[in-house]
Nanobody, 120 residues
């Protein structure tokens, strides 16, 4: 059973920083593209940033220059460094990964999310 577990969310003042982590565990053969998504209250879940296996990245326009996505393939862990946070960044942040498991093949996995609240 593959699991994604996020950590690092919390309450921060505008202009502050947070670092999110997402650890993948279980019967993993390989991890492909990974990403962070977020969902604000009453809104749809949107892409924040994605990173491929070779380290190439893409960001939502709203976070470019402020957020940095990275991954540690040896630790099966995804990160999101968030700087210059704004109240509009308040949301539940979800980790996503396409993972090949020895038992189930290639599937798309989601974490349960971690809440980021930015106060003004």
């Amino acid at each position: 059973q593959v699991q994604l577990v996020e950590s690092g969310g919390g309450l921060v003042q505008a202009g502050g920083s947070l670092r999110l982590s997402c650890a993948a565990s279980g019967n993993i053969f390989s991890i492909h593209v990974m990403g962070w998504y977020r969902q604000a209250p009453g809104k749809q879940r949107d892409l924040v940033a994605i990173i491929s296996t070779d380290g190439s990245t893409n960001y939502a326009d709203s976070v470019k220059g402020r957020f940095t996505i990275s991954r540690d393939n040896a630790k099966n862990t995804l990160y999101l460094q968030m700087n210059s946070l704004k109240p509009e960044d308040t949301a539940v942040y979800y980790c996503n990964a396409h993972i090949t498991s020895l038992s189930t093949g290639l599937l798309n996995y989601w974490g349960k999310g971690t809440l980021v609240t930015v106060s003004s």
